[in-house]
């Protein structure tokens, strides 16, 4: 059950299916395109959509709002520090303007950054800063149904291999829980493996740390040797490993708004906090406002409660379970922060071109009011061709949907599945040359 009750409550929209038609129709069939108040259930995403807990709320009164020196970026601080033992720490709005004052002040033209997966702004900053983003998943990502516990894990071979044939590399940068590959946690054996290999190569090693917590506690679970240890101890370790770290805060933070990067070299610390004060703002607020600080300050702690966390991945491997047996085959073993509908077995009938995983977000929609997030050919094909995976993913935001929400999405998902046979797709009418998916406008094929 939910570790915690509630206290504040939000009403949900409720449409009748031909609002929900029509406003599909408004929207070009792009959920991006819907009015939150047209949708019930929302797993759109689940950063910056988390409810805070009373102490946070009560903290957010505590913030110190000083151009310079504020007392909630020292409180701030301190938690970061103690959590990674990092010495320089600078916050940032949100994760991406985190990432693009790393790449430019660490990456030189033509230097690549290597992953286990860039997330897509992680992607586009290092290519923004001149860069080339390698991806180098394990082999184990690529089996959707495979069960193996850390299909996140970054190919070590692949990386020793590249580095010792001389390529350019200016880092490397795991991302824990891989989010592009489906959410799956990284080991700590290969967070170790990583290590050795960047230290032998004198390469430096971050994290993309959006989930660090939710991949800590995934390897509490699946780890042999971690089965004592707590979720904090598990993070403190991974963080340990690394040069430092970017992150997301909206994710793990459980905040609305926050960004992070840490370092270990004064140097290179140096040259990102110059680039911080010309963008973001002075390093004691970097684009955040003191009480988003206090906010962070005690999200970064509440994050690592093994109650909360086990209450997360237990929901999300529960409601990846329900939806199968409704007839939603979903990528396993699930992690923690959504579940991933592999749209191919629903709708075998509808090719890559005419975007199955978009069609089911939008039968799912219609269905129940419910938004999904489309990860397939829409967001990911292009000229090169489609996206090697057409999935939906359903995001759980943090402390926000109750079991009775998730029963309501089980209940629309069997009733698409009994009738996914006459479910067609859709094609383009209108998209922008990059990014497509955030404007493109579509019509039933
Ligand atoms: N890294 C990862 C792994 C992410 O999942 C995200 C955002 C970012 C970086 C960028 O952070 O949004 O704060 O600038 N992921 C969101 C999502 C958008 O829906 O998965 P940001």
């Known amino acids: 059950m939910e570790p915690y009750k509630i206290k504040m409550i939000e009403p949900l929209p409720m449409l009748t299916r031909e609002q929900r038609s029509e406003a599909l129709r408004s929207a070009d069939y792009n959920l991006f395109r819907l009015r939150a108040d047209q949708v019930t259930i929302d797993l759109f995403t689940d950063s910056g959509t988390g409810a805070m807990s009373a102490e946070q709320w009560a903290a957010l009164m505590l913030g110190d709002e000083s151009y310079a020196g504020a007392r909630s970026f020292f409180r701030f601080e301190r938690v970061v520090r103690d959590l990674t033992g990092h010495p320089h720490v600078l916050p940032t709005h949100q994760g991406r303007a985190a990432e693009r004052i790393l790449f430019s002040s660490l990456l030189r033209p033509?230097?690549?950054?290597?992953?286990?997966?860039?997330?897509?702004?992680?992607?586009?900053?290092?290519?923004?800063?001149?860069?080339?983003?390698?991806?180098?998943?394990?082999?184990?990502?690529?089996?959707?149904?495979?069960?193996?516990?850390?299909?996140?894990?970054?190919?070590?071979?692949?990386?020793?291999?590249?580095?010792?044939?001389?390529?350019?590399?200016?880092?490397?940068?795991?991302?824990?829980?891989n989010n592009a590959?489906?959410?799956?946690?990284?080991?700590?054996?290969?967070?170790?493996?990583?290590?050795?290999?960047?230290?032998?190569?004198?390469?430096?090693?971050?994290?993309?740390?959006?989930?660090?917590?939710?991949?800590?506690?995934?390897?509490?679970?699946?780890?042999?040797?971690?089965?004592?240890?707590?979720?904090?101890?598990?993070?403190?370790?991974?963080?340990?490993?690394?040069?430092?770290?970017?992150?997301?805060?909206?994710?793990?933070?459980?905040?609305?708004?926050?960004?992070?990067?840490?370092?270990?070299?004064?140097?290179?610390a140096d040259r990102c906090r110059e680039l911080l004060i010309a963008t973001e703002g002075f390093p004691t607020y970097g684009g955040l406002a003191g009480r988003d600080l206090e906010v962070l300050a005690r999200g970064l702690v509440e994050v690592t409660d093994?109650?909360?966390?086990?209450?997360?991945?237990?929901?999300?491997?529960?409601?990846?379970?329900?939806?199968?047996?409704?007839?939603?085959?979903?990528?396993?073993?699930?992690?923690?922060?959504?579940?991933?509908?592999?749209?191919?077995?629903?709708?075998?009938?509808?090719?890559?071109?005419?975007f199955p995983a978009q069609a089911l977000a939008c039968e799912l929609y219609v269905e129940g009011g419910i938004r999904g997030f489309e990860v397939g050919t829409l967001s990911f094909g292009g000229p090169d061709g489609p996206a090697p995976y057409e999935l939906l993913r359903l995001a759980l935001p943090r402390r926000v949907y109750t079991r009775g929400h998730l029963e309501h999405v089980v209940r629309s998902a069997a009733a698409i599945a009994a009738r996914a046979g006459s479910i067609s797709g859709y094609r383009i009418t209108r998209a922008p040359q990059s990014l497509r998916h955030f404007t493109a406008e579509l019509v039933p094929a």
């Open 110 to 177: 033509g230097q690549a950054s290597v992953s286990n997966t860039h997330f897509d702004t992680t992607r586009a900053n290092v290519e923004l800063a001149g860069g080339r983003a390698i991806d180098l998943p394990c082999e184990a990502a690529a089996d959707l149904d495979g069960k193996e516990p850390f299909k996140g894990d970054l190919d070590a071979a692949a990386l020793e291999s590249l580095l010792a044939g001389g390529a350019y590399v200016g880092c490397v940068i795991v991302t824990v829980t």
């Open 306 to 354: 093994p109650a909360y966390l086990r209450h997360r991945a237990d929901t999300a491997a529960w409601f990846a379970a329900e939806l199968e047996a409704a007839g939603f085959p979903c990528v396993r073993p699930a992690g923690c922060h959504a579940v991933y509908v592999d749209a191919r077995r629903v709708l075998p009938h509808v090719p890559p071109e005419r």
């Open 181 to 268: 590959g489906g959410g799956q946690p990284v080991s700590m054996a290969n967070l170790r493996a990583v290590r050795e290999i960047c230290d032998r190569y004198g390469v430096p090693f971050f994290l993309d740390a959006a989930r660090f917590a939710e991949n800590a506690y995934l390897i509490t679970q699946r780890e042999p040797g971690y089965a004592a240890h707590t979720p904090r101890q598990v993070a403190e370790e991974m963080f340990a490993l690394a040069d430092g770290c970017v992150a997301s805060l909206k994710k793990d933070g459980i905040a609305n708004i926050g960004g992070l990067i840490t370092l270990r070299s004064q140097e290179l």
